[in-house]
């Protein structure tokens, strides 16, 4: 019942993924902005890291033997990330949206903090490198997020939201590996699939953004 | 047995030849041809001792092994000429590409030579498709390089992005491949279908200045 669930619930994410890829991309054709391009990037590499992790399942009935070529499309999902919000950061101050960055300047490192203690908290349950490349990834994307949050003003050309979804995606990230160290327990594997079905409805909300604050 | 090394000689003896002989563009895009023929010869030897190493089978190995080691080794001459030489942008891809097909026609020769040439169906699918996810991952390469950012850094974070995400397409393919029947058709179908899809939307020039 599990694995029907858990496969119904991939299918819907890639699917989600495939659509909002086709948009990017129709999208970049048209406008010819280099944003589409990312978020083309970080919705290509999210879905193939999960149509492998699929296709395992389904081609081979098993999940793969060596998880490392899944985690690399991720983690690239999680880099075009980070370089779409570099992208804002730097349409922001050209058009001169970003208030003065002079108020809580320590509390973006809260945010490698807390995924460095996470990491350490994952470890014990799972693999040592790829939770310290995780650790590292999420680190420099949840700073990216925090800063750009306390930065921007709300008003016309900020990239607010972006970087609100960003947060709220992380955060929705992590809370899923959390559930996912449970997993025998029955009650936190529905958890597990709400959470990834929250991630899932959250990936058409940067398509939105982008498509709001970048004018041809 | 097959010994790949000799079939390797074999092909790239008149091509090496003709690299004497030509001059500047031929030239160079026969060495690119060459280095993706090189480049396949020594990603076959470094896959065949992370299989040994990780103790998988080649099927499990070519699914989860190989896609890391052929892209990572694919590059290398392109980056090498990157570096040393500071060639043009236009230069640059199409150095890519002719790795990219240098690579792929010797990976066919391969599997030619091992799985022999009978069936004209299988090879004309097994070819095409081949080609096409070997030049698609040269174009995603190539795209991320050169199109999407202009500070050494971002590039450099972009390129492993862009080879992580690549790395992740070859596997996929691979997976597909390897099942019999509708599921390797689709499989090799894939890549077709997006090479003649990025041929239609590339066909103004990529510019995100």
């Given at each position: 019942m599990d694995a029907i669930i858990e496969s119904l619930e991939n299918a819907l994410q890639i699917a989600v993924l495939g659509i909002c890829g086709i948009f990017s991309l129709v999208r970049m054709h048209s406008v010819r902005e280099k944003s589409y391009l990312l978020l083309f990037a970080f919705y290509g590499s999210f879905l193939l890291g999960d149509l492998y992790w699929q296709v395992c399942l389904l081609?081979?009935?098993?999940?793969?033997?060596?998880?490392i070529v899944s985690d690399l499309s991720w983690c690239a999902a999680l880099l075009f990330l980070y370089l779409l919000l570099r992208a804002a950061g730097e349409a922001e101050v050209s058009d001169g949206a970003?208030?003065?960055?002079?108020?809580?300047?320590?509390?973006?490192w809260l945010a490698p903090v807390f995924t460095a203690a996470m990491a350490v908290f994952f470890i014990q349950n799972g693999k040592i490198v790829s939770n310290i490349v995780y650790a590292v990834l999420m680190g420099i994307l949840l700073y990216t997020a925090v800063k750009g949050l306390l930065r921007t003003?709300?008003?016309?050309?900020?990239?607010r939201l972006l970087y609100l979804t960003v947060f709220i995606f992380c955060l929705l990230e992590y809370a899923l590996w959390t559930v996912s160290c449970f997993w025998e327990l029955v009650a936190f594997r529905y958890v597990y699939f709400c959470i990834d079905i929250m991630i899932t409805l959250s990936f058409p909300f940067y398509l939105k953004i982008i498509k709001r604050e970048v004018r041809p | 047995m097959t010994y790949v090394e000799n079939t390797f000689i074999c092909l790239a003896a008149p091509l090496l030849l003709a690299v004497l002989c030509l001059k500047k563009d031929w030239r160079r895009a026969l060495i690119f041809l060459l280095s993706g023929m090189t480049s396949c010869l020594l990603s076959a030897y470094v896959s065949s001792y992370f299989t040994m190493v990780f103790k998988l089978d080649p099927v499990t190995a070519s699914h989860e092994i190989v896609p890391a080691v052929e892209e990572i080794i694919k590059i290398l001459p392109v980056l090498f000429y990157l570096l040393v030489f500071e060639p043009l942008k236009k230069h640059s891809i199409s150095g890519i590409l002719m790795v990219a097909v240098g690579f792929a026609t010797f990976e066919n020769v391969c599997f030619m030579t091992s799985n022999?040439?009978?069936e004209l169906f299988d090879l004309l699918i097994r070819g095409f498709g081949t080609g096409a996810m070997h030049v698609v991952c040269g174009a995603m390469v190539a795209v991320g390089l050169f199109?999407?950012?202009?500070?050494a850094w971002l590039r450099a974070t972009g390129l492993f992005a862009v080879l992580c995400t690549v790395i992740t397409f070859h596997a996929v393919f691979n997976v597909l491949v390897s099942r019999p029947g509708i599921i390797s058709w689709i499989g090799s179908a894939v890549p077709l279908a997006m090479l003649l899809a990025g041929l239609i939307l590339l066909q103004g020039k990529m510019d995100f200045s």
């Open positions: 081609c081979l009935g098993d999940i793969p033997r060596i998880s970003a208030a003065a960055f002079s108020v809580n300047k320590g509390l973006p003003e709300t008003g016309k050309g900020g990239f | 022999g040439t009978g199109f999407l950012w202009d500070r």
